[in-house]
């Protein structure tokens, strides 16, 4: 059974960077062919790809966040991290891990999810 669990702040501050890791169990995240996402929802909208790391360490971002979005994995520790860069309010949201069967851009499916972080960004 895979298993994926966010850390990091709950509270960024306007124009900081926020940075979450993805710890994942039960899996490798070098495992062929498999998809590593980061996918947020702000609050009253719906679900938001950001980026994804593939198996082979190829990342894919967004093109809507692409310029904020860096996602980086540390295969030692089995985890992949995301940076988004000058956050603002509009940044809030609850922020999901996710693992998609194939690493495609974007992910067509995920079959399992981390059970989310908030993350309030103050102003």
């Known amino acids: 059974q895979v298993q994926l669990q966010e850390s990091g702040p709950g509270l960024v501050k306007s124009s900081q960077t926020l940075s979450l890791t993805c710890t994942v169990s039960g899996g490798s995240i070098t495992s062929s062919y498999y998809g590593w996402s980061w996918i947020r929802q702000p609050p009253g909208k719906g679900l938001e790809w950001m980026g994804s790391?593939?198996?082979?360490?190829?990342?894919y971002y967004s093109p809507s966040l692409k310029s904020r979005t860096s996602i980086s994995r540390d295969t030692s520790k089995n985890q992949f991290s995301l940076q988004l860069s000058s956050v603002t309010p509009e940044d809030t949201a609850r922020y999901y891990c996710?693992?998609?069967?194939?690493?495609?851009?974007?992910?067509?499916?995920?079959?399992?999810w981390g059970q989310g972080t908030q993350v309030t960004v103050s102003s």
């Open positions: 790391i593939a198996y082979d360490g190829t990342t």
């Open positions: 996710a693992r998609s069967p194939d690493a495609s851009d974007p992910p067509h499916e995920y079959d399992y």
